[in-house]
């Protein structure tokens, strides 16, 4: 910001990177801990003082919760829920927020305000109604059912994120195709769409990363490895298997894997996703 | 984007062009289209999130046991919550937990927000590092963080004990353990409010500073009367939305805990789980749900009237 003399630049940096080491220690340490845990042969998990650094190195963990763990069963599940629910989403999410960024309509103000009002319910208060109305239509644990529950969570998010896009998208296009002779839906679909792909991306991944760590939800509404995502599967697991620390790290740290990529590779749609869905107004 | 020429071009086919059907603003018969665009996703949220609130509202002041719905209890349920002295255990640990928690993060935000704030090397290293605790699960935060704290395992337990000169359980003593769970959830939080802040800096004008510095400003000042006041709204959105969803935290003091020892860790949102998916009591777990939803209620309103604020520039 301002020009301070060479030496009180050369401390500011210091103390910059000071800290910032420190925070990023402090966000890494966890990490880090499940991974080299999970790298160590069982002798060397329960050391005192801790073993710092895996030595030996072993994949054996890893072998074992792929080959005689149910939780591969579980890391399909959360696969198939997320792709399903990132559909649903995307599919509804699409034609409300294009309604909304385009037209104005009795009612479009009032059902917006609806979908943001769903910030102030807590989980927990439709949880146990749904949880009664889900057995008693017979659709307790089912896939179906958490697709339609954490879909019905994303929706109102991803309805104002693409809402955002699609006003940035000039609305000349969706004439200028209209007078083509498109229909107005296909106005959306083969102008509008294509060109909301950054947008659709942003929510694809917010959503994604939703449903891959959603538990309370799923923990509740499933009774089954058929069903179970990854996070009840390893709850479960962790509390069945409470002294094979080894294998319970790698567990962990597998089911780190797919957010964490997903992350690096989009970090920035993930991040104008998430700013974009706490404040566009 | 919507420049003077769009709304000129909008007004051109609703004439008496013939050919594809203008758009909903030529009139009331218009409005069928996107209302049928926008309904199927109304529709969905409005049979998962609010009719069960009037289910719970009903499920609240009745007699349950387990599937069988019973008669009309009144406000039983809402009376025998309040009597209850693990009520107030339940509140005061929420709100330790809360305010606790926002005692830490935000202030981590702001400060970690304002050093990556300007460009230098290794900042676009710094910030994913920083951002990478919001992608991990509930579960696998506290997963991660009662091994960490073990005393078996955990190299914190370890090197706490090793400072204090005697066995360390944070998680075990009824004194510690609440401040073992808010670490734990200020880790995985603290980036959410980082990044929103973030964003913010980053949209203010250099202009601004370079005024204020002709104006003769000091650092402080520049963060008094120029940084703060454009992020002020930005932050106050991340403290509303982090609030509400401290308040109702299960997963991590469920998963650390189990909301022990001696209930010093079990929050109101924990207390609701236990009665109604341990104890099956579904009456009484929605009584006390629907006065969390109170408490977020009144937590929203200040929000909503926040962004409104915000989107009338």
């Known amino acids: ?281 | 984007m919507s420049t003077p020429g769009a709304t000129a071009a909008r007004r051109g086919p609703c004439g008496a062009k013939e050919g594809p059907v203008p758009p909903a603003r030529c009139g009331p018969a218009g409005s069928a289209f996107p209302l049928a665009l926008m309904l199927p996703a109304v529709l969905l949220v409005v049979c998962v999130t609010f009719l069960p609130i009037v289910r719970a509202v009903s499920l609240s002041f009745r007699d349950t046991s387990y599937l069988k719905v019973g008669g009309f209890v009144g406000l039983r349920h809402f009376q025998a919550f309040l009597r209850d002295p693990l009520s107030r255990q339940n509140l005061l640990n929420s709100l330790t937990f809360t305010f606790g928690s926002l005692a830490v993060s935000l202030p981590l935000a702001l400060g970690l927000a304002l050093l990556l704030h300007r460009p230098f090397p290794g900042r676009g290293m710094f910030r994913t590092v920083l951002i990478l605790p919001w992608v991990v699960s509930q579960l696998l935060t506290a997963l991660l963080w009662r091994w960490l704290d073990s005393p078996l395992l955990g190299p914190a337990a370890y090197i706490l004990s090793e400072l204090a000169g005697t066995r360390v359980d944070i998680l075990g003593d009824p004194n510690t353990a609440m401040a073992g769970v808010i670490l734990a959830n200020v880790w995985r939080s603290f980036p959410y409010a980082m990044i929103l802040t973030l964003a913010a800096l980053q949209t203010i004008p250099d202009e601004l500073y370079e005024a204020a510095r002709i104006d003769g400003a000091g650092r402080w000042n520049l963060f008094r009367f120029v940084t703060f006041p454009m992020i002020q709204n930005t932050f106050l959105i991340a403290t509303i939305i982090l609030t509400i969803h401290y308040f109702n935290m299960i997963e991590l003091p469920l998963v650390l805990t189990g909301g022990g020892p001696v209930n010093r860790t079990e929050v109101l949102g924990l207390r609701v789980y236990r009665e109604a998916f341990v104890l099956f009591k579904f009456g009484f777990g929605s009584a006390i749900a629907l006065v969390m939803f109170a408490v977020n209620i009144v937590v929203s309103l200040v929000y909503i009237k926040v962004l409104r604020a915000e989107s009338r520039y």
């Open chain 1, 1 to 281: 910001m301002e020009q301070p003399r060479g030496r009180w630049r050369a401390l500011h940096a210091i103390g910059r990177y000071a800290a910032l080491g420190s925070a990023s220690l402090f966000a890494l340490a966890p990490i880090y801990w499940a991974v080299a845990t999970s790298l160590k042969p069982e002798s060397k998990i329960l050391t005192y003082p801790p073993q710092w650094w895996p030595d030996p190195f072993t994949l054996e963990h890893y072998l074992n919760v792929l080959m005689q763990s149910p939780l591969p069963r579980n890391y399909l599940n959360s696969i198939l829920l997320a792709l399903g629910t990132i559909l649903l989403v995307l599919c509804l999410g699409a034609h409300a927020g294009y309604a909304a960024a385009r037209y104005n309509f009795r009612g479009k103000n009032p059902l917006l305000f609806l979908l943001l009002a769903t910030v102030m319910i807590p989980g927990i208060v439709t949880l146990i109604p749904v949880y009664l109305m889900a057995v008693q239509l017979g659709l307790h644990d089912t896939h179906l059912v958490l697709i339609l529950v954490f879909s019905a969570w994303q929706v109102p998010t991803v309805v104002w994120l693409l809402r955002a896009f699609f006003e940035n998208i000039p609305r000349e296009l969706d004439e200028a195709a209209l007078i083509d002779g498109c229909s107005r839906l296909g106005a959306f679909y083969r102008v509008v769409l294509p060109l909301a792909q950054p947008g659709l991306a942003a929510a694809a991944i917010l959503v994604f990363v939703w449903v891959w760590n959603e538990f309370i939800i799923a923990l509740n509404l499933t009774a089954s490895n058929k069903t179970r995502p990854l996070t009840v599967g390893l709850f479960f697991f962790v509390g069945e298997s409470s002294i094979e620390w080894g294998k319970m790290a790698a567990a962990a740290a597998a089911a780190l894997i797919p957010v964490i990529l997903a992350f690096a590779l989009l970090q920035r749609r993930f991040i104008q996703g998430l700013t974009a869905g706490a404040t566009k107004g």
